[in-house]
Structure formats: C-alpha cells, structure tokens
C-alpha cells in the first residue's frame, strides 16, 4: 500500500477527507520534494568535487600508459636484437622472433596513438569476441601494471 492509498484510507466514513487527512498528504508531498531537492544538490555537490579527481586520474593513467609504451617499444628494441643475433644460427626462428617483436612495437604505437578510454574499450571488445585472449591480455595487462607501479614506486 502507497502513501497516498494509506493517507486516503484516513477520510471520514462518508468519503470525505479530513482536515488532518488532507494535511497528512501536503505535509507529505512537501517533504518528499524537499527531499529530492536536498538529493539533487547533494548529487551536483560530488559531481563537482569528483571532477578534479577524474581529471588526476586520467593524467596519472595518460602518464603511465606513455611510460609503459616506451617500455614496450624498448622491449621489442631488445628482442630484435636478440633475432639478429640468433638469424646466423636458426634463420626460422629469427623470422618468428622478429615478427614477435613487430607486434609488440606495433602495439607500443597503439598505446601512444589511443586514449586509455579508447585502450579499455578495445580491450572490453576483444574479452566479448575472444574470452579467452581477453583473459591473457588481463593477465598480461596484471603483469605489466604491477611493474610499472613497482618501479615508480622505487623512483
């Protein structure tokens, strides 16, 4: 039973609402407005406090996800030169382990190019498509986030 079918079952027996009935009912709806106001005000008040922390955010990950590019580009540096180094014995191996690091640096790019908001969206489409690529991104994405952390943390 709603407020107002209570409210109304407070009317006389003739069907008629009482004073105080009527009262009840205004009373009521006054404070179910006042409470709505107070709600939203309260809601505009934390929207505006959370905005500079969004915006903390957003340049810390921006910073991150740059610093973790170079590392990755880097990274690919180094196994490319590993496959020069194993080309004069294994020339197969060497392709294999160059088109790895192709890879990694064409990633690095897309980490520079994109927006981390773009980067998660990507990432939320790829674990819809593919469960379980999305899952080891994860868990390499895991990795990569806990060094990075560790090591501006050290620093």
Same mark, same amino acid.
């Given at each position: 039973?709603?407020?107002?079918?209570?409210?109304?079952?407070?009317?006389?027996?003739?069907?008629?609402?009482?004073? @105080? &009935?009527? %009262? *009840? !009912?205004?009373? $009521?709806?006054? /404070?179910?407005? #006042?409470?709505?106001?107070? =709600?939203?005000? @309260? &809601?505009? %008040? *934390? !929207?505006?406090? $959370?905005?500079? /922390?969004?915006? #903390?955010?957003?340049?810390? =990950?921006?910073?991150?996800?740059?610093?973790?590019?170079?590392?990755?580009?880097?990274?690919?540096?180094?196994?490319?030169?590993? =496959?020069?180094?194993?080309?004069?014995?294994?020339?197969?191996?060497?392709?294999?382990?160059?088109?790895?690091?192709?890879?990694?640096?064409?990633?690095?790019?897309?980490?520079?190019?994109?927006?981390?908001?773009?980067?998660?969206?990507?990432?939320?489409?790829?674990?819809?498509?593919?469960?379980?690529?999305?899952?080891?991104?994860?868990?390499?994405?895991?990795?990569?986030?806990?060094?990075?952390?560790?090591?501006?943390?050290?620093?």
């Amino acid at each position: 039973m709603d407020q107002s079918t209570h409210l109304d079952s407070a009317s006389s027996a003739d069907g008629h609402d009482t004073g @105080i &009935a009527a %009262d *009840l !009912k205004q009373a $009521a709806n006054n /404070l179910a407005g #006042e409470t709505m106001a107070e =709600a939203q005000d @309260i &809601a505009e %008040d *934390l !929207k505006e406090k $959370a905005e500079p /922390l969004k915006r #903390e955010a957003e340049t810390f =990950a921006e910073g991150k996800k740059a610093q973790g590019a170079r590392r990755v580009k880097d990274f690919a540096a180094a196994i490319h030169q590993a =496959a020069d180094e194993l080309s004069g014995q294994s020339p197969a191996a060497a392709r294999y382990i160059h088109a790895s690091a192709d890879k990694l640096e064409s990633a690095s790019g897309m980490m520079r190019e994109k927006s981390v908001g773009e980067l998660f969206d990507e990432a939320g489409q790829l674990t819809r498509e593919r469960p379980l690529m999305g899952f080891a991104g994860s868990v390499a994405a895991g990795f990569l986030l806990a060094r990075l952390l560790r090591a501006s943390a050290n620093h």
